[in-house]
């Protein structure tokens, strides 16, 4: 259900800490059941109208310096930034939200935009390091959002996705889910067409297709199961990610009808990234594996000791090595084509915070209060101590590495 703006950008406020505690420990418990079960929808493809349009034009390793507007980079969802790493890296500035954020940041020129636990979105102005604006929501914010053409998108666990004005903060349109909102939206252009698509996934066990004007559906696909993570395109002509079904879905991006289901052993809670027509994930086990989008089986599967993978998966094509953070307090680098490990890289904590790729080196946070910098042979190149837990992505605009803490601090390294 679509509505009309209700909400309006609000001013900075106080948040004291026990509201914070209290956040976190509820914070904590819908986790430990993001794949509980639900009783089963019907298994259907829900369209709109009937599309004849070509595939959307989305280059997915496109990624500019200068600005992060969507999650992990780009569509495919790859963790990808063509860029050296810094090399004596320090903290240029940060700035206090007053709750910690889970997710990414997204980035567009001077505008810094990110949900916090609370439900408040932030916009930040890069240059004068003051907040521009705050929009609250009446639940946390898990995922990142996305910028495209002066409008923000974001998901909230109040069971609303809302497009907002990037300038204002104000509601351009909402629409209303019976679940929760714990994944990033994805912009795209619209096939064909002048206009864009949102992609997003709902707890609702709703993949969405919306109209980016207006917020109009343009396809829906009801799954059996609870939905966690980010859809990601697949060579410009599906969109792929996991549920808490076990099934890797794939969609043909046109229309939204089925193309595909790829079993594995267990829950899909974060999201996938691709590569061409080949899509890694990790399963709520400790798995991380690879299939084709359309493949009748997974091509490999790497199975880590006793820790499930903790963060989502990032991809260096040009070195063929997959990454990934798990419990055990390593990053994990497997080979693409083999699903052999390559090396690992031990931390002081677990690594939830799903890593970056330079194309010189790949940096991620830990549990530890560290960012680390590690070569794509493995090597630790440097790492910085914020003080804080790591668990949201970093990410790179502005020639500036940018992430959050468990705190609540937003950190600029230059």
Sequence with gaps: MITQPSK????????????????????????????????????????KEEHTTSAARVNPTDQAKTNWLITRGGPSLQGRVHASVPKSPSIDWTYDMDAPAMAEAAVSDNHLV????????????????????????????????????????????????????????????SVQ?????????????????????????????????????????????????????????????????GGCDKIIHILNLKDGTLANEIPTDSEIISSVATSGDTIFCSTYTNQLVATKAESESLTWIYEADDFPFSSSPAIAEH????????????????????????????????????????????VFGSNDGR??????????LWKLDLGEKLTAPPVYAQERIIITGAKGTVFVIQ
């Excluded at 950008?9 to 639900?38: M, N, P, W, Y």
């Excluded at 636990?117 to 990142?144: N, Y």
């Excluded at 096939?191 to 992609?199: C, F, I, Q, R």
């Excluded at 960012?371 to 493995?378: K, P």
């Design 177 to 241: 889910g019976t679940e929760k909102f714990p994944s990033a939206p994805v912009v795209i252009p619209e096939p064909d067409g002048d206009g864009e698509w949102v992609l997003v996934n709902g707890y609702d066990g709703i993949a969405r297709c919306l109209n980016a004007n207006d917020g109009s559906r343009v396809w829906n696909y009801h799954l059996e199961d609870y939905i966690n993570g980010t859809p990601a395109i697949v060579n410009n002509s599906f969109v792929a990610f």
């Design 114 to 173: 990110v949900g916090d636990i609370m439900g408040i979105v932030h916009c930040i102005d890069l240059t004068t390091k003051e907040a521009l604006w705050t929009h609250e929501t009446a639940d946390t914010i898990q995922a990142s959002p996305a910028i495209s053409q002066d409008r923000v998108f974001v998901g909230s666990g109040d069971n609303t996705f809302l497009a907002l004005m990037l300038r204002t903060g104000d509601e351009l349109w």
């Design 8 to 47: 309006t950008a609000i001013s900075l406020h106080d948040r004291d800490g026990h509201a914070t505690f209290c956040a976190l420990i509820l914070l904590a418990a819908s986790l430990l059941v993001s794949c509980e079960k639900q009783e089963p929808s019907v298994h259907q493809n829900d369209k």
């Design 371 to 380: 960012l680390y910098a590690v070569s794509h042979e493995g090597a630790e």
């Design 319 to 362: 070195h063929e090595q997959v990454y990934i953070g798990s419990k055990d307090k390593r990053l994990h680098a497997v080979d693409t084509t083999t699903g052999i490990p390559k090396w690992k890289f031990r931390t002081g904590g677990p690594v939830e915070s799903s890593p970056l790729v330079f194309d010189d080196a790949i």
